[in-house]
């Protein structure tokens, strides 16, 4: 018997869509706050038109974030939903929306309105450059966020050619900084009595997250370039190539340094003075790799990491998603977790990370058609329909 | 006048060292937390030996994610300092640690102890694997975790290359899901004054943010491989080629897509049936990316995208941080924030994405020398030196 959940009892209206809003509404469901999401009729979260699809044609996209939701299909242009829906404000504890600044104003539910019809609502909006300054009503995307936050800048090989971080990052780390604001604003209004309105930005939400390349910009003023898959500062943290391919190695203190060149049986790399510190090391990358490189090539990978397993030196395979799902230790961890709706196959998703008192929560294995809940939650939450 | 922070009044023991704990703690203390870094006396964070260095030889690296927290040394393996220890246990509300798992215990300090002594105290542990399944004692590095997620995989240009996520995102998130899970869990202890054990892992925290990668395998059976800039279902979603380098266009829907190719008075793009909807666009990324480098090689990044700002078709830059620091916008935000301590001149880092009710949450200016809040620190939670 698992003890309730720690959002247990929370009432969440989220009118967002896509990733980012969707992301932080997932994080709450998980961890146990009844999510009750506001769909245009018809159409829905424009998410359900993105691939991948599965056979009967419904979004994997869409069904991967949106476990554990209640669909509920208004039309907040017309006028009968919209008083449904400010029936549906009173009874909630949170609203969460990502629509362009100005949006909730055109629909009559600016935050005040809101706000006055239910003192206690937290309000958060998550946007791509917030509810003020010059830029807030510009459109954003993922890529334009990575772009202009300077994160694709310090991403890939090349700064003619940076790259693009493989998954939607800013969308997520919008929608994780969302979540954590509206938990902390909970504890303040269940002191108070009193709700806030939260603004979040994709951008900053982006920036936030630079660490070092901030840090190296502000003591050098030179702006940090990509590196690959080296560490700013410490060294040999990085890929480098085997036999068959590369493979990690995190080598980050002198004890580890001196470990892997007892592994590698290279006596004469302890005694070169270009690499004799990480500080020395990390000076001297384009040396350090070139000589670890030439000793690595001649086992292949799985080799290496036995060996370097056997003597403490933190080292891994770059794996693809097969291998990662394959993984026991993932596994072991119950970190994958399959929904279904209707007659749609089970999908693989990716679960949630949080273990609690050594559990993991319990994850709905539902994702919402269009409009499902409609009828149930106005009962529910109206006593009516 | 700003109300109060939401977490004003929490007590958090901050046990950890490097980036993803002291993250977390900083999101804490950003909110309004109390933070009280246990750090080993001599040496303290492994992270104050961290680059870049400011003049006087102080780490800026550590200044840069530790402001607002205060310090004090204590050695955990001495009875003495443990006893100390215990007593800050029991007007704790919150520990974080970030040690291997085993490390507590072999303080003598394990969550059963700590929870006897303050049944109300939330012990939240972040490492690299968890504290269960076969590898939850193995060392954890990013790069090690974005290697192993499948993170490493699907970012770059060539699966045989991949690229590490310019900066540690894996530690950040990790920051991120633990101030979640934390302030989550606080919620439920206020409701029944039970305190809880969270158990997260960077592996895990990286794996739950892959959205459409785990959902392409899933439908696909194929690992997804790394997109450069692309997005992989969303076309034109990606870096192009002007007159003086790369920028980014994001035009997700047809619309956005008849507006570019006005913009490129380029009826024939419209006309060709491989660009003709966004599934089209997407099935055909090598041929769309050649036909729009073409057409935008001859004019320079800046007249570009005052073009297609003015037809409203997004698109960005690819900013380095010496432009992403200048940006007006992001200055309105009052996203940037200094820290000083002591004869080191203020140091420029990324403050807090979150706005409440419309105010940036007041930042503490500080970053705490080793040790330098250890009276302060007795006296205040114990009434004693």
Redesign the interface.
């Given at each position: 018997m698992t003890?309730?959940?720690?959002?247990?009892g929370l009432r969440v209206l989220d009118l967002t869509r896509v990733?980012a809003g969707p992301?932080c509404t997932m994080?709450l469901a998980d961890?146990g706050a009844e999510v009750v999401k506001i769909e245009r009729p018809g159409s829905g979260d424009d998410a359900r038109q993105?691939?991948?699809?599965?056979e009967n044609g419904d979004s994997?996209?869409f069904?991967?974030?949106n476990r554990g939701k209640k669909s509920v299909a208004l039309d907040l242009k017309q006028e009968a939903d919209r008083a449904t829906f400010l029936r549906l404000v009173e009874k909630a504890d949170v609203l969460v929306e990502n629509f362009r600044p100005g949006t909730m104003e055109s629909f009559g539910l600016p935050s005040q309105r809101l706000r006055e019809i239910n003192p206690r609502l937290i309000v958060a909006s998550a946007t791509g450059?917030?509810?003020?300054?010059?830029?807030?009503r510009?459109?954003?995307?993922?890529?334009?966020i990575?772009?202009?936050?300077?994160?694709?800048?310090?991403?890939?090989?090349d700064?003619?050619?940076?790259?693009?971080?493989?998954?939607?990052?800013s969308d997520?780390?919008t929608g994780?900084?969302t979540?954590?604001?509206i938990?902390?604003?909970?504890?303040?209004c269940?002191a108070?009595g009193t709700g806030?309105?939260?603004?979040?930005?994709m951008?900053?939400?982006t920036?936030?997250?630079?660490?070092?390349?901030?840090?190296?910009?502000?003591?050098?003023?030179q702006?940090?370039?990509?590196?690959?898959?080296?560490?700013?500062?410490?060294a040999p943290?990085?890929?480098f190539q085997a036999a068959d391919?590369?493979?990690?190695i995190?080598a980050?203190n002198d004890t580890l340094w001196h470990r892997l060149c007892e592994v590698l049986a290279a006596p004469e790399l302890l005694a070169d003075p270009k690499l004799a510190t990480n500080?020395d090391r990390?000076a001297n990358l384009d040396h350090l790799e070139a000589c670890l490189n030439v000793r690595l090539a001649h086992r292949p990978i799985r080799e290496w990491l036995a060996l370097l397993a056997a003597a403490?030196v933190?080292?891994?395979?770059?794996?693809?998603?097969?291998?990662?799902?394959a993984?026991?230790?993932?596994q072991?961890?119950g970190?994958w977790h399959y929904v279904q709706n209707g007659d749609n196959p089970s999908?693989?998703?990716?679960?949630?990370?949080?273990?609690?008192?050594?559990h993991k929560p319990t994850l709905s294995p539902m994702w919402p058609k269009l409009g499902e809940h409609t009828e149930r939650v106005l009962r529910e939450w109206l006593g009516s329909t």
């Amino acid at each position: 018997m698992t003890p309730p959940l720690p959002l247990h009892g929370l009432r969440v209206l989220d009118l967002t869509r896509v990733l980012a809003g969707p992301y932080c509404t997932m994080l709450l469901a998980d961890l146990g706050a009844e999510v009750v999401k506001i769909e245009r009729p018809g159409s829905g979260d424009d998410a359900r038109q993105f691939g991948p699809f599965m056979e009967n044609g419904d979004s994997a996209y869409f069904a991967s974030i949106n476990r554990g939701k209640k669909s509920v299909a208004l039309d907040l242009k017309q006028e009968a939903d919209r008083a449904t829906f400010l029936r549906l404000v009173e009874k909630a504890d949170v609203l969460v929306e990502n629509f362009r600044p100005g949006t909730m104003e055109s629909f009559g539910l600016p935050s005040q309105r809101l706000r006055e019809i239910n003192p206690r609502l937290i309000v958060a909006s998550a946007t791509g450059f917030g509810q003020t300054g010059p830029d807030s009503r510009r459109a954003a995307y993922d890529v334009i966020i990575q772009a202009l936050s300077g994160l694709m800048s310090i991403t890939g090989y090349d700064s003619s050619q940076p790259a693009r971080v493989g998954n939607s990052i800013s969308d997520i780390l919008t929608g994780l900084f969302t979540a954590l604001g509206i938990v902390a604003a909970l504890r303040q209004c269940d002191a108070t009595g009193t709700g806030c309105d939260l603004d979040l930005s994709m951008l900053e939400c982006t920036v936030a997250t630079l660490e070092n390349a901030v840090t190296r910009f502000a003591v050098s003023g030179q702006p940090p370039t990509p590196l690959g898959t080296r560490h700013p500062s410490i060294a040999p943290f990085q890929a480098f190539q085997a036999a068959d391919g590369q493979f990690v190695i995190a080598a980050g203190n002198d004890t580890l340094w001196h470990r892997l060149c007892e592994v590698l049986a290279a006596p004469e790399l302890l005694a070169d003075p270009k690499l004799a510190t990480n500080r020395d090391r990390a000076a001297n990358l384009d040396h350090l790799e070139a000589c670890l490189n030439v000793r690595l090539a001649h086992r292949p990978i799985r080799e290496w990491l036995a060996l370097l397993a056997a003597a403490g030196v933190p080292a891994a395979p770059i794996r693809h998603l097969g291998e990662v799902v394959a993984d026991p230790h993932l596994q072991a961890r119950g970190i994958w977790h399959y929904v279904q709706n209707g007659d749609n196959p089970s999908l693989l998703t990716a679960g949630t990370p949080f273990v609690i008192d050594g559990h993991k929560p319990t994850l709905s294995p539902m994702w919402p058609k269009l409009g499902e809940h409609t009828e149930r939650v106005l009962r529910e939450w109206l006593g009516s329909t």
